[in-house]
């Protein structure tokens, strides 16, 4: 009984944010039935132009349980979409591209924010947001970093940029995608590559086509799962310089639930053992899933936060993000 009573309270107050949400994603779908376009990127910007609502107390549980759980599980009913076959196609361009990209931009951000004036460890909390995977990234690395006064400031600056950042490149990045003249899958390397959170690779990703989405969305995950070597790194040079070698904790080093998720269902549809109306239905879903996780992303999207955040560890950000775009554009091109 008990029990029943805490999800009841548990979905009064889910309620009001998804419902929102869900209103934004019907809103977004209807635009898209009467005059075409990408529903994903709608919904965002639909998100965005009634962010005023997110004010509102009522929402924000709702809204954080679409982008973190609804968000997770789309991105895991995907693997739906792909095969262990489609990904041999792929070779390993990504995979080299996802390192290079990665392993540059955390080596320039020690030297970026030094010559900003910014600390070792604003650099580790951006470069991995940066490289990484956006708020989630910069979440785990501060657990592992020294706990010093400043740290839980320098943590919300970060999530606050990278957030704007992510919305900002998802909605540049396509375009320029084409004017490079990438093809499906350098276009879905790049988005993959370089683009901040899952959720913004996503919807950029099936923004401009479907195959462009799913090898974003296979090179966002090669991301993800740099995640744990690189805090493992970073908390083993902590634990050498604090003399604190319990810092780290496996648990939070695990690969996210969503991605085993994801790895399993990709491995099952690979195998052919899933019937054809579940994979439909686990496709259909994962589109609802991420139509609604964008479009409350959107109503928790405010640009204007970045006047908070101050120009230098800004500045730094951008150049992180910079970076990264034309080390990968780059590494397109040469081996292209």
Do not use: N
């Given at each position: 009984m008990q029990f029943v009573e805490h999800g009841a309270t548990a979905m009064r107050q889910l309620a009001p944010g998804v419902l929102v949400a869900v209103l934004v994603s019907l809103a977004a779908e209807f635009i898209v039935q009467t005059?075409?376009?990408?529903i994903l990127l709608l919904a965002?910007?639909?998100?965005?132009?009634?962010?005023?609502?997110?004010?509102?107390?009522?929402?924000?549980?709702?809204?954080?349980?679409?982008?973190?759980?609804?968000?997770?599980?789309?991105?895991?009913?995907?693997?739906?979409?792909?095969?262990?076959?489609?990904?041999?196609?792929?070779?390993?361009?990504p995979v080299v591209i996802v390192i290079a990209g990665v392993a540059t931009t955390m080596l320039a951000s020690r030297a970026l924010a030094r010559r900003l004036g910014l600390g070792d460890s604003f650099a580790a909390l951006s470069g991995t947001a940066v490289s990484i995977c956006g708020v989630s990234a910069a979440l785990t690395v501060a657990a592992v970093l020294p706990q010093r006064p400043d740290l839980g400031r320098q943590t919300v600056?970060?999530?606050?940029?990278?957030?704007?950042?992510?919305?900002?490149?998802?909605?540049?990045?396509?375009?320029?995608?084409?004017?490079?003249?990438?093809?499906?899958?350098?276009?879905?390397v790049f988005l993959g590559a370089t683009i901040h959170d899952?959720?913004?690779?996503?919807?950029?990703?099936?923004?401009?086509?479907?195959?462009?989405?799913?090898?974003?969305?296979?090179?966002?995950?090669?991301?993800?799962?740099?995640?744990?070597?690189?805090?493992l790194t970073l908390a083993a040079l902590v634990a050498r310089r604090t003399h604190d070698a319990g810092r780290t904790r496996l648990a939070q080093l695990a690969p996210p639930w969503f991605l085993t998720a994801f790895v399993i269902i990709v491995t099952l549809n690979s195998l052919h053992v899933l019937p054809a109306p579940l994979v439909r239905g686990a496709v259909e879903s994962s589109q609802l899933?991420?139509?609604?996780?964008?479009?409350?992303?959107?109503?928790?999207?405010?640009?204007?936060?970045?006047?908070?955040?101050?120009?230098?560890?800004?500045?730094l950000m951008v150049a992180q993000t910079g970076l990264l775009a034309l080390v990968v554009a780059a590494l397109l091109a040469l081996t292209g």
């Open positions: 005059y075409g376009g990408p965002l910007l639909l998100g965005m132009a009634f962010h005023f609502l997110s004010e509102d107390p009522r929402l924000a549980s709702g809204l954080g349980f679409c982008t973190r759980f609804v968000l997770r599980l789309g991105v895991a009913l995907l693997g739906a979409r792909i095969t262990f076959e489609q990904i041999a196609t792929l070779g390993l361009r600056v970060v999530c606050i940029a990278v957030t704007a950042l992510s919305t900002i490149a998802m909605l540049l990045y396509p375009p320029l995608a084409t004017l490079a003249r990438f093809s499906a899958v350098e276009g879905g899952v959720a913004q690779v996503v919807g950029a990703g099936y923004s401009m086509s479907d195959r462009h989405g799913d090898v974003a969305t296979f090179t966002k995950l090669l991301r993800v799962l740099l995640l744990a070597p690189l805090v899933c991420l139509v609604l996780a964008i479009a409350a992303l959107g109503l928790r999207t405010s640009l204007a936060t970045l006047q908070e955040v101050g120009w230098r560890p800004l500045a």
